[in-house]
């Protein structure tokens, strides 16, 4: 079996919110990309219902909150607050049963302190979510009053069950999706689909669908839509999204061993072009998306085939990739970098890309203490801030002891575990831990994290320890290089501001440590460093020579 690529493929994704991501992970295997938003977060004309909620909440009139998505929590809290205490609204959640319907929420909760009391495990859909509960609560969940946070549109399936299990059904909203406000590219997109422009589609959510084909209706392109997509690869995330595209009369090739984004668009671009090739040999749309030569597959409860979750080739190097492949891209990726954080940054795109995870982190030894320097989620307020000891949790243990660790489940329970409040992925399940090398010393971390259990095999904690011999060296020279760039700079401010203390002493007759003084309360009330201080008094002192020299030679 090759090595996962889509060869040039054109891929289309309705993906909004992490339309970069997207679009990198399909170029990284080898795809044309176009990313179109297909759906932006809008507020709801009135929080009425949210409110409501949040004062029954408080009067002890639930028994069960159900979660859909981390943002609808955070929503919903913010919303609230306008109204009523937040630390009250959350001491109120605490007491009271919580359901998350998957790992986002689960997470948001977890920050918040809140215990989670049913889950549902993927691929997170709401009859999962249903099951759970049922497990959970048995007999009791008739009596039951529930509230469920919505997210973007109702689920009326999701809201029916419950009306008929539960003894109280409420809904929250508290945001809607809409279409883009620009809908231009979207309607490009119905183009393209119909005119044959695209190979494959990924659908993340069902709420793309529903916009896609409400843009091609109002085009008068429903049916040329629908043609455009029998005839091209589509794939969908999960269940949900699966039973949308059914809906319109569209029949997805395949879901994902796990629905998330990574494995998404790995196993997208696995089977691809198989797909893609046997549809138009055949020059019909009813084509059966897996054969003996493919992967094999189950059906998921949609009825759609599901790649089987022992993918051989997720992230491309389980399968036969080859030695000299595998090193030449590592190191096209680190010989294109040009500085510290490029590098880093460079390293946590492939190694997310190689192991798929929810965080990924990269600590470097600076003075006997591992600082955190680059990160897979945005953290700029931690990325060059955020330090630990060595030895001081899992990460810590890591860089002293100089081996990797992997922690399938419950790694809050590892001795070793430590929680940095202000680190939002701190509450995670699995861990796999590695540390880099370069001439037998340690000169970092990369730490893998991931929110739900996750089964780390032989070949995946290999790989990354591989990646830390691998990178080991460059970290070290690019560190340096970037140490010697601050000393350079550090010598050229020193000559500034000296040669700026002798100005001030030959034309204000001050004594060193007083031109030094007045260049330091300049400073800080102007608020610009010394060394445009220092520029600054240089310059007016290079342009009274010049004037002089003109003066005199007229």
């Known amino acids: 079996m090759t090595h996962a690529s889509f060869d040039g493929l054109r891929v289309l994704s309705l993906e909004s919110r992490r339309a970069k991501e997207v679009a990198k992970l399909i170029r990284t295997y080898g795809g044309e990309p176009f990313v179109v938003p297909a759906m932006r977060e809008a507020p709801l004309e009135s929080n009425k219902q949210a409110l409501e909620f949040a004062d029954g909440l408080l009067q002890g009139k639930f028994d069960l909150v159900v979660f859909l998505t981390g943002l609808g929590l955070r929503a919903l809290l913010d919303i609230a607050q306008t109204k009523y205490n937040r630390e009250e609204l959350v001491e109120a959640l605490r007491s009271v049963k919580i359901g998350a319907r998957g790992p986002k929420p689960a997470a948001a909760l977890r920050e918040l302190k809140i215990p989670v009391t049913v889950t549902a495990p993927e691929p997170n859909t709401w009859r999962e979510m249903m099951h759970g509960m049922e497990a959970e609560f048995g007999d009791k969940l008739g009596e039951m009053r529930v509230a469920v946070q919505e997210y973007g549109a109702s689920n009326p399936e999701f809201l029916s069950e419950l009306t008929v299990k539960c003894g109280e059904v409420t809904k929250v909203p508290v945001y809607q999706w809409t279409l883009p406000e620009d809908v231009g590219p979207l309607r490009e997109s119905v183009l393209g689909i119909a005119n044959g422009s695209v190979d494959v589609v990924l659908f993340m959510t069902a709420v793309q669908v529903i916009h896609l084909f409400q843009v091609a209706e109002e085009m008068g392109m429903r049916e040329e839509l629908r043609a455009g997509l029998i005839s091209m690869v589509v794939v969908s995330i999960g269940p949900t999204t699966s039973e949308e595209l059914t809906h319109y009369g569209i029949t997805p090739d395949f879901e994902p061993s796990h629905p998330k984004m990574g494995f998404l668009v790995n196993e997208a671009a696995q089977y691809s072009g198989k797909i893609l090739e046997r549809k138009r040999s055949a020059g019909s749309a009813i084509v059966t998306p897996h054969k003996s030569d493919d992967k094999p597959a189950e059906k998921s409860k949609s009825g759609v085939r599901r790649v089987a979750v022992s993918t051989p080739t997720m992230a491309g190097f389980r399968d036969g990739l080859t030695s000299i492949d595998f090193l030449h891209e590592v190191s096209s990726r680190l010989a294109s970098a040009d500085s510290f954080h490029v590098v880093l940054g460079s390293i946590v795109d492939f190694v997310t890309t190689v192991i798929p995870c929810d965080s990924c982190f990269i600590y470097v030894m600076e003075h006997e203490k591992l600082v955190l320097r680059a990160s897979k989620n945005p953290h700029a307020d931690l990325v060059d801030h955020l330090g630990m000891s060595l030895g001081q949790g899992i990460t810590g243990w890591v860089a002293e002891h100089r081996e990797p660790v992997a922690i399938a489940s419950g790694a809050s329970n590892d001795p070793r575990f430590i929680m940095f409040r202000n680190l939002p992925e701190d509450h995670f399940e699995a861990i796999l831990c590695t540390p880099i090398l370069c001439a037998s010393k340690v000169?970092?971390?990369?730490?893998?994290?991931?929110?739900?259990?996750?089964?780390?095999?032989?070949?995946?904690?290999?790989?990354?320890?591989?990646?830390?011999?691998?990178?080991?060296?460059?970290?070290?020279?690019?560190?340096?290089?970037?140490?010697?760039?601050?000393?350079?700079g550090r010598l050229e401010t020193r000559k500034a501001v000296d040669r700026a203390k002798g100005i001030l002493q030959r034309d204000l007759g001050m004594s060193e440590d007083e031109a030094y003084r007045t260049m330091q309360r300049e400073s800080r009330q102007r608020r610009i460093s010394m060394r445009e201080i220092a520029d600054a008094i240089v310059l007016g002192d290079d342009l009274k020579k010049a004037q002089a020299a003109d003066g005199a030679r007229a």
């Open 443 to 488: 000169v970092g971390v990369i730490t893998l994290q991931h929110q739900m259990s996750y089964q780390h095999t032989a070949n995946e904690i290999r790989l990354l320890s591989m990646l830390g011999f691998l990178v080991g060296a460059e970290i070290e020279r690019t560190r340096l290089e970037t140490e010697n760039l601050q000393l350079a």
